[in-house]
């Protein structure tokens, strides 16, 4: 699973692979970024778990919490550039 975030001129946006099926955006985190692109904004964000793969690896609540936790840690290393 991995979580992209970028902030450009054109807004905030945070795709999301390995979670589900396909690739997908992750609209509440970017809204939140969008606001203030700061770590504790997207690890505030609470990501539903419908439509989330759980297999193994991960149950889907797992991979919910994650997609937090990991635009929050990107967020980080995106500001300590």
Request: charged share 15%.
């Amino acid at each position: 699973m991995g979580v992209f975030v970028a902030q450009t001129a054109g807004g905030v946006r945070v795709a999301v692979t390995g979670a589900a099926g396909s690739v997908f955006r992750c609209m509440p985190i970017e809204e939140a970024l969008a606001k203030s692109f700061t770590p504790d904004a997207a690890k505030a964000v609470k990501v539903s778990a419908d439509g989330l793969n759980s297999d193994l690896h991960g149950s889907a609540a797992y991979r919910a919490a994650m997609i937090s936790v990991m635009a929050s840690r990107a967020v980080a290393a995106a500001l300590a550039r």
